[in-house]
């Protein structure tokens, strides 16, 4: 049978199941047969996979498995096992590029089939509108019919199949994080593990913390007449078995809950888990149960989950007393060598045993647990004990200040609305919460791929903060951005070590923070003063994490754009913000080192041109390559924003930045490969990109980030050449925000009042999609490719917001105004009758609503004509400047002062928000 074989019983979940069918079949007719006599190739490996070819969602005991397993994929002509580290059956579409691995074994599965990779693979289903009824089914309680249908409540039926563990949600408040149900917690800053690593999977990652979990038992009391127990209860009571109700993930409140009731109806129990926002240390599990006429006893245990132990950790436990039981230690290796290990101390509620429950009473009990490192502490212990008897002194308001403080947040930051498709707005509320989870304020340790709920990529930080999560706090929650950006600040000495140690030769020793990136040898010889280059990978210091086998690795020496994307945040901060204190303490420092590392880096070509040789872009499949299309835009950005602060802040800037930035080519071909139809030419990937080239040669978005998020200017012809060919080389099993970015440029093709896809939304729809396909209910939790990779990943959370924020709205950051070009609302996803956003912006609270109409344009009453939009000020803060509301949908073009209280109906087009009284037209 199917299940004999060792790698089928390694399928990993859902979104395998369909290849596990044609597996099985696969294996049937194999066994069927006489065995098939595969030759082993040692230390051999191919170039190139079939798509989701190399997701390890099969493994092998042997290489004959792994071949086993190709015979069954149409598209699979031989896979290599990776049999000395973790099993993995790599799936190959070609033979060619064969390379030697040492530790692999290839096996040629179709000898006379040298390639399949032009074969199209299945396309990814975009998501279905969903009924209502479907995502708030009938069975969902009362109260929380409401929530849901305002997409504020995401149900889970008790009646439906069981939720997969790995897609469960998180409450987190930026300090702890905690999947629900799993045996871990994270700590903001707490990792565990050298900068370099021997083998995979030794080196620096997030830190486990055992929870301390709480269970109970309810025990039902009847009139038995036999002795009263001391709590009251009688002996010989019967243990009822309460029957789940559902659970729900609530996003306005930032709480999971559970809920329970006895078969009889009598006796009802609700849990609710939340990190509270204003105890950032605290993790809270609340049991509320409520009687009917008999009274309960509730019988609870709690223990560490998985015991006082820890891979990353050294724990022990710490006496306090009998209320309280705690754990402290430290993590195992430091980040570097010399650096001191940080502590940590847990300390919990003891649950008080057995607890009588009167009838007709509702009783709440509060399993409290407090999480402090040394980070901000000189004695963990002492502290994790006060912050927990802080807790439970204000049990009765806990959740009411937690509450609270997460309404606040939202009121002063922004949201999403959606009107027309539910499952759309779930999902981007979902999103928000999420990324919101994973950081605070006021505690600048960064974002990570799969957020702070997991060790996904190890917890690092990449260009993932600064290009995909961080463009919507921005405009939504720019006190978390501002944390962001202190992340990297706080950062800079180590970004200056590597930007010194750049292109020097030696050894890598990335435990004593010493790894050579690529640097021509005129930087090497004389690498800038102040110059900040900053790592692939970052955790704790800031140093390069991105190194195995104690080396630097590709991405640490090649993909340096991470430096000039965190320039690029720094510009867009400025741009919301105005913020010039601001920009002179933190954001100068580090636009004035990435401007010097850039410049240097920089090498001569022709009379007066720069290149940027030897780099790797966005698209990790290609390097290095000389001038990356993204990585010579955004530095040329980063040079430009420079010199502009500078003149802000009146402070003098080298001649030599503004002219790298003038000679920093992108490049442009005039014709598209394959393409002779295509008129106006289009923007290859770096020089000597000519194609064509069959499909998945491109990971991910790479070039076609040119037009946004970057705003570099193109006609709407070369903007659709550009979509048109990358969609033909972009690997469809890639990661989710890639979706975002086409379905954002598609939809400005569209709008754009010539090109032969001007007005038409078809891919737009098509791409914005297929930009949330990877969210999975019922709790809209996000892989990152179709077929696994990182969860919870807030990265494609980012992209995906990002679709809404600037596709949907249509809205630009500009130096002194936003920029808003709204498509209809059916652009976005289709079915869409109403996208709406809430920002800040300059200090105010502003909504914008679209609205779909009725096709008309009656200027005199746009109430009754074509697609509305609605602009209102919803609240200003003290020194906030005026704001007008441009429309340039009218010749000439009309303002209005934006007023609390007062919305201001326009049609759909054009329009700015400002507050740059020399941008508002002459009132004639």
């Known amino acids: 049978t199917c299940t004999t074989h060792h790698w089928t019983r390694m399928l990993l979940g859902p979104p395998v199941r369909m290849v596990a069918v044609m597996l099985c079949a696969a294996i049937a007719r194999t066994t069927a047969a006489a065995a098939v006599p595969w030759k082993v190739l040692p230390?051999?490996?191919?170039?190139?996979?079939?798509?989701?070819?190399?997701?390890?969602?099969?493994?092998?005991?042997?290489?004959?498995?792994?071949?086993?397993?190709?015979?069954?994929?149409?598209?699979?002509?031989?896979?290599?096992?990776?049999?000395?580290?973790?099993?993995?059956?790599?799936?190959?579409?070609?033979?060619?590029?064969?390379?030697?691995?040492?530790?692999?074994?290839?096996?040629?599965?179709?000898?006379?089939?040298?390639?399949?990779?032009?074969?199209?693979?299945?396309?990814?289903?975009?998501?279905?509108?969903?009924?209502?009824?479907?995502?708030?089914?009938?069975?969902?309680?009362?109260?929380?019919?409401?929530?849901?249908?305002?997409?504020?409540?995401?149900?889970?039926?008790?009646?439906?199949?069981?939720?997969?563990?790995?897609?469960?949600?998180?409450?987190?408040?930026?300090?702890?994080?905690?999947?629900?149900?799993?045996?871990?917690?994270?700590?903001?800053?707490?990792?565990?593990?050298?900068?370099?690593?021997?083998?995979?999977?030794?080196?620096?990652?997030?830190?486990?913390?055992?929870?301390?979990?709480?269970?109970?038992?309810?025990?039902?009391?009847?009139?038995?007449?036999?002795?009263?127990?001391?709590?009251?209860?009688?002996?010989?009571d019967t243990v009822v078995t309460m029957v789940p109700q559902g659970q729900a993930l609530d996003v306005r409140r930032a709480m999971f809950i559970a809920r329970s009731r006895s078969e009889d109806g009598t006796i009802a129990v609700e849990e609710r888990w939340y990190a509270p926002l204003h105890m950032p240390r605290v993790l809270v599990h609340e049991v509320s149960v409520t009687t009917g006429a008999a009274a309960v006893t509730l019988d609870f245990d709690g223990e560490w989950a998985g015991g006082v132990e820890s891979a990353d950790l050294r724990l022990a436990n710490f006496a306090v007393d009998a209320t309280v039981v705690g754990i402290s230690g430290a993590n195992n290796v430091p980040e570097l060598v010399g650096l001191g290990h940080t502590r940590v101390a847990v300390a919990a509620t003891i649950p008080p045993g057995s607890l009588h429950v009167p009838a007709t009473a509702t009783t709440t009990v509060f399993n409290l647990q407090a999480f402090v490192t040394s980070l901000n502490s000189s004695d963990v212990e002492v502290d994790a004990v006060a912050s927990l008897r802080s807790a439970n002194v204000t049990t009765g308001s806990l959740q009411a200040g937690h509450e609270a403080a997460w309404a606040a947040r939202m009121a002063t930051g922004g949201g999403i609305e959606i009107e027309g498709d539910l499952w759309l707005a779930q999902a981007a509320n979902a999103s928000l919460y999420f990324i919101r989870s994973s950081i605070r304020a006021d505690w600048p340790h960064g974002l990570s791929p799969g957020g702070l709920a997991s060790n996904g990529y190890g917890g690092h930080t990449f260009w993932d903060q600064e290009t995909w999560m961080w463009p919507p706090l921005l405009m939504m929650d720019p006190d978390c951005a501002r944390s962001a950006l202190q992340y990297r600040f706080d950062r800079i000495p180590y970004a200056q070590n590597k930007s010194r140690l750049c292109g020097q030769s030696g050894q890598d020793d990335p435990a004593s923070g010493v790894v050579h990136a690529y640097c021509p040898p005129a930087f090497a010889a004389n690498p800038p003063d102040g110059g900040v280059m900053f790592p692939w990978e970052s955790a704790v210091t800031g140093t390069e994490v991105q190194a195995t086998h104690n080396a630097c690795g590709r991405w640490c020496k090649y993909e340096q754009h991470v430096t000039a994307d965190v320039s690029f945040a720094v510009r867009q901060y400025y741009a919301q913000t105005?913020?010039?204190?601001?920009?002179?303490?933190?954001?100068?420092?580090?636009?004035?080192?990435?401007?010097?590392?850039?410049?240097?880096?920089?090498?001569?070509?022709?009379?007066?041109?720069?290149?940027?040789?030897?780099?790797?872009?966005?698209?990790?499949?290609?390097?290095?390559?000389?001038?990356?299309?993204?990585?010579?835009a955004v530095v040329k950005l980063a040079l430009e924003f420079a010199v502009t602060a500078a003149g802000i802040l009146d402070i003098p800037s080298p001649p030599e930045w503004g002219e790298v930035a003038a000679g920093l080519a992108i490049p442009f071909n005039i014709t598209v490969p394959g393409h002779p139809e295509f008129q106006g030419g289009y923007h290859p990937e770096y020089d000597g990109f000519n194609?064509?080239?069959?499909?998945?040669?491109?990971?991910?978005?790479?070039?076609?980030?040119?037009?946004?998020?970057?705003?570099?200017?193109?006609?709407?012809?070369?903007?659709?050449?550009?979509?048109?060919?990358?969609?033909?080389?972009?690997?469809?099993?890639?990661?989710?925000?890639?979706?975002?970015?086409?379905?954002?440029?598609?939809?400005?093709?569209?709008?754009?009042?010539?090109?032969?896809?001007?007005?038409?939304?078809?891919?737009?729809?098509?791409?914005?999609?297929?930009?949330?396909?990877?969210?999975?209910?019922?709790?809209?939790?996000?892989?990152?490719?179709?077929?696994?990779?990182?969860?919870?990943?807030?990265?494609?959370?980012?992209?995906?917001?990002?679709?809404?924020?600037?596709?949907?709205?249509?809205?630009?950051?500009?130096?002194?105004?936003?920029?808003?070009?709204?498509?209809?609302?059916?652009?976005s996803g289709g079915v869409a009758t109403m996208t709406g956003i809430r920002i800040n912006y300059r200090g105010s609270v502003i909504s914008?609503?679209?609205?779909?109409?009725?096709?008309?344009?009656?200027?005199?009453?746009?109430?009754?004509?074509?697609?509305?939009?609605?602009?209102?000020?919803?609240?200003?803060?003290?020194?906030?400047?005026?704001?007008?509301?441009?429309?340039?949908?009218?010749?000439?073009?009309?303002?209005?002062?934006?007023?609390?209280?007062?919305?201001?109906?326009?049609?759909?087009?054009?329009?700015?928000?400002?507050?740059?009284?020399?941008?508002?037209?002459?009132?004639?």
């Open 43 to 236: 230390d051999t490996d191919w170039d190139r996979n079939i798509p989701g070819g190399n997701s390890c969602a099969v493994k092998g005991v042997t290489a004959a498995d792994c071949g086993d397993a190709c015979l069954a994929l149409k598209n699979c002509v031989a896979t290599s096992w990776n049999a000395k580290t973790d099993q993995c059956c790599n799936f190959k579409c070609s033979t060619n590029g064969r390379k030697h691995v040492a530790g692999e074994e290839g096996i040629v599965v179709r000898p006379g089939s040298s390639s399949t990779c032009n074969e199209p693979a299945p396309p990814t289903p975009p998501p279905s509108p969903l009924p209502p009824t479907e995502l708030c089914p009938n069975d969902i309680p009362t109260d929380w019919r409401e929530p849901c249908l305002k997409a504020e409540l995401f149900f889970e039926s008790a009646s439906g199949p069981q939720q997969d563990p790995s897609l469960m949600p998180e409450v987190g408040n930026g300090h702890v994080a905690w999947k629900l149900r799993s045996d871990t917690v994270y700590a903001a800053g707490l990792f565990n593990g050298p900068a370099g690593s021997i083998s995979e999977g030794d080196g620096d990652g997030r830190a486990r913390i055992p929870p301390f979990r709480v269970t109970f038992t309810v025990t039902s009391q009847v009139d038995t007449g036999d002795a009263i127990r001391s709590n009251g209860s009688e002996a010989g």
């Open 848 to 924: 914008r609503r679209v609205e779909a109409g009725n096709g008309g344009d009656d200027r005199a009453d746009p109430t009754t004509a074509g697609d509305l939009v609605t602009t209102e000020l919803l609240s200003t803060t003290a020194g906030a400047p005026t704001l007008h509301l441009i429309d340039h949908t009218v010749s000439p073009a009309k303002s209005s002062v934006l007023q609390i209280g007062v919305p201001v109906a326009l049609l759909r087009g054009k329009a700015e928000i400002t507050f740059d009284v020399a941008r508002l037209p002459v009132q004639l």
């Open 578 to 632: 105005g913020d010039k204190a601001w920009l002179r303490a933190v954001g100068w420092p580090l636009v004035k080192g990435i401007a010097a590392f850039y410049a240097a880096r920089v090498e001569r070509s022709g009379s007066s041109g720069y290149a940027l040789n030897q780099v790797m872009g966005p698209d990790e499949f290609a390097w290095p390559v000389n001038n990356s299309a993204y990585t010579n």
């Open 691 to 827: 194609g064509p080239f069959p499909k998945a040669t491109v990971k991910q978005a790479d070039t076609i980030m040119l037009n946004f998020p970057l705003g570099v200017g193109m006609d709407s012809d070369v903007l659709s050449n550009d979509l048109e060919y990358y969609t033909e080389v972009t690997d469809n099993d890639g990661p989710a925000m890639t979706w975002a970015i086409f379905a954002i440029d598609w939809m400005d093709v569209a709008l754009a009042n010539t090109g032969k896809w001007s007005g038409n939304f078809t891919n737009a729809i098509k791409y914005f999609n297929k930009g949330y396909a990877n969210v999975h209910r019922p709790y809209n939790v996000w892989r990152e490719t179709p077929t696994g990779g990182a969860v919870n990943f807030i990265t494609g959370a980012g992209g995906f917001l990002q679709s809404v924020l600037f596709g949907s709205s249509g809205m630009r950051l500009k130096s002194s105004s936003l920029m808003f070009n709204p498509p209809p609302p059916s652009a």
